[in-house]
């Protein structure tokens, strides 16, 4: 029986002879033979770039469906702020009244 070493799919270079873990793998070229900085033995790197995606819901400029999240009271000296978020997307945004403008209501 043969010992495997796990050189496939990992987040360093590995070396499939001695299991040696390469330093500075960011600066190895996929394609490119090196020789192992432990056993000396040569070996290839294959560079797998494997993306990962997100994405977050937008709402159509000027469709935004707001409601009032939170409110601060003379949050600056004379002012108000009140925070929003779109019902829609979950975009927030804030604004600033004059706390004399009247309560603030939910």
């Known amino acids: 029986m ?3 070493i ?3 799919g990992t987040s360093e270079p ?3 002879h001695c299991g040696r873990q390469q330093r500075d793998g960011w600066e190895m070229q996929d394609g490119k033979n090196y020789d192992c900085e432990e056993c000396e033995k040569p070996f290839r790197l294959n560079v797998e770039h494997c993306p990962v995606y997100s994405t977050e819901k937008v709402c159509d ?3 935004h469906l707001w409601e009032i999240k939170d409110t601060w009271k003379e949050l600056i000296p004379g002012k ?3 925070d929003f978020k779109c ?3 979950g975009e927030f945004r804030s604004e ?3 706390s004399k403008a009247g309560e603030i209501k939910k």
Do not use: A, Q, V
Request: hydrophobic residues 25%.
């Open 6 to 8: 796990n050189c496939c």
């Open 80 to 82: 108000d702020r009140i």
């Open 96 to 98: 600033f009244i004059d």
């Open 87 to 89: 019902k829609l997307c």
């Open 61 to 63: 400029p000027g469709k």
């Open 2 to 4: 043969t010992d495997t």
């Open 14 to 16: 590995i070396c499939p």
